[in-house]
């Protein structure tokens, strides 16, 4: 299931809440106790609101939703709904349609003949509908849920999710965001890790981190030449999670490199090691870069430790067939950390 699918998917359980919630508001008058005959309700019962009671049967979804986001938020607020489920709804709402803006942008066949030139300027535009998605939704001011954090967390510890959230506010930063900005998202990442850890348990709080307070992509990313189990993900994700993963040969500073042979041990760290020192994350992070998949990556992997036996003729042939792009092919050639790495040349 994609983004978009998913998305799609909570938008539609929380209208049915919405509609859930708001069933129980539209009573007919029949059963309320007023008489009868006429269908006039009792007094004594407040009346549904009028946006429901104007409604022949009951209450259309139809009446509240609307393309204009303010008005949207107001109508659901014009019948009662909880403020927190208005967030989930509208945060659930614009993440949609700005999917949608992406996914135009996304066509899986454009590497094979679009240059390096307009794959950057086709990423330059998804940054930039990014950077306006994030901005409509701060304009709004809405709040979602803890649901959406920590739906397995105890309702009590869910609050502190939530509280946490409003006290140190998620701040979205990207690649060229200002320093400033990146220093403040990273202060209030850390304050609200360090006021949940009073909260939840160590286990909670690191399912919570991995699952929506941390950057578990680039953790995995980093440690794609090494297969983990889940058990030393968490482990390897624990205390990388928030460090600098930039690589210098292949490797990453040498205290974190310390701790992650005493994490996985001698055997599966010497496996990670030979990986790195091959300089393969380098490669990886530039097939990423330019949108290279992993089959791609790892076919380019294979060749070029077979770069020698080949001789280079048939070695550039070869992953020429790979990367399909010319301008890619160049740059490739053009750098011999990504086509030799530590392999002699052919």
Not at 88 to 104: L, M, N, S
Not at 105 to 119: G, K, Q
Not at 230 to 258: C, K, M, Y
Request: include cysteine; glycine fraction near 6%.
């Amino acid at each position: 299931m994609n983004s978009t699918q998913v998305v799609g998917a909570v938008a539609v359980v929380l209208a049915g809440a919405v509609l859930g919630f708001l069933a129980g508001r539209a009573i007919p008058a029949a059963s309320s106790g007023g008489d009868p005959a006429t269908g006039a309700p009792d007094e004594r019962i407040a009346p549904a609101p009028r946006m429901l009671r104007e409604i022949d049967g009951g209450w259309s979804w139809s009446r509240v939703a609307s393309d204009d986001l303010m008005q949207f938020v107001a109508n659901l607020r014009s019948v009662g709904c909880p403020e927190a489920t208005i967030g989930d709804i509208i945060h659930a709402r614009v993440w949609a349609d700005y999917d949608k803006k992406i996914g135009r942008l996304l066509d899986p066949l454009a590497r094979y003949w679009s240059t390096a030139a307009e794959l950057r300027a086709t990423a330059d535009q998804i940054k930039a509908l990014r950077r306006e998605r994030d901005q409509v939704w701060a304009a709004l001011k809405l709040e979602t849920s803890a649901f959406d954090f920590s739906s397995a967390l105890s309702p009590e510890k869910q609050r502190y999710v939530t509280e946490a959230l409003k006290t140190y506010p998620k701040i979205n930063v990207g690649a060229d965001a200002p320093a400033a900005d990146k220093e403040r998202a990273l202060q209030n990442r850390k304050a609200r890790i360090e006021y949940l850890s009073r909260f939840l348990t160590p286990e909670e709080l690191l399912d919570y981190r991995i699952a929506h307070d941390g950057d578990a992509f680039a953790v995995r990313n980093s440690m794609s030449g090494l297969t983990l189990s889940d058990a030393e993900f968490r482990r390897v994700f624990d205390f990388l999670d928030g460090q600098s993963l930039n690589r210098t040969n292949g490797l990453l500073a040498p205290d974190l490199e310390v701790k992650l042979r005493e994490t996985l041990g001698d055997t599966r760290y010497s496996q990670y090691r030979q990986d790195a020192e091959a300089l393969n994350p380098v490669l990886r992070s530039w097939a990423r870069s330019v949108r290279l998949t992993e089959d791609q990556t790892r076919k380019l992997i294979e060749l070029r430790s077979a770069a020698n036996a080949l001789g280079m003729p048939r070695y550039r042939e070869e992953a020429a067939k790979i990367i399909q792009d010319r301008s890619l092919i160049e740059f490739y050639f053009g750098n011999p950390i990504l086509w030799r790495g530590t392999n002699p040349p052919p």
